[in-house]
């Protein structure tokens, strides 16, 4: 059995939009001080985020939350509550990677992933962006 991971966080950094409008920004996950895929991996965060919400909010037992750039992704069993099994996976065109991989309790992992949802969210208020990115990203956060 795998270990208890103590710590989760999702880390992120400064938004930008690029002249094709897409919205990027660093985001990556933290496991007890561990970065997956790595520390301040650049992405489209807003995306990403969106992506998240709507995955954990899912009855899927298996949700995956996906990075868009690279092969990247957290895998969740919710088969224990009130925990859930994670495994920080980097695919290849051969196989899957475990980097790393625990238990956590999964209201911690959606309090960190609604955190870091509504930071970008108003972030990209404050600058006052908006895109179908956007538009989903607070779509997803209704209610939640």
């Known amino acids: 059995m ?3 991971l103590s710590s989760v966080q999702v ?16 985001i990556w996950f933290e496991f007890d001080g561990v970065a997956f895929p790595e520390a301040r991996w650049d992405d489209s965060s807003v995306a990403i985020l969106g992506g998240w919400v709507s995955a ?18 957290l895998q969740i069993d919710r088969g224990s509550s009130p ?9 290849t065109k051969r196989t899957e990677i475990v980097r790393i991989a625990g238990s956590v309790k999964f209201d ?4 960190e ?10 972030d990209c208020g404050k600058q006052k962006w ?5 538009d989903q990203l607070a779509k997803s956060l209704e209610g939640a």
Do not use: C, Q, W
């Open 2 to 4: 795998d270990a208890a």
């Open 11 to 26: 880390g992120l950094g400064p938004l930008r939009r690029s002249r094709g409008g897409s919205l990027r920004g660093p």
């Open 56 to 73: 954990l909010r899912s009855n899927d037992r298996y949700p995956h939350l996906r990075f868009k750039g690279g092969a990247f992704e």
């Open 83 to 91: 925990g859930v099994m994670v495994a920080a996976v980097e695919r």
């Open 108 to 111: 911690v992992l959606r309090r």
């Open 113 to 122: 992933i609604l955190r870091a949802a509504r930071t970008v969210l108003r």
């Open 130 to 134: 908006t895109s179908k990115d956007v």
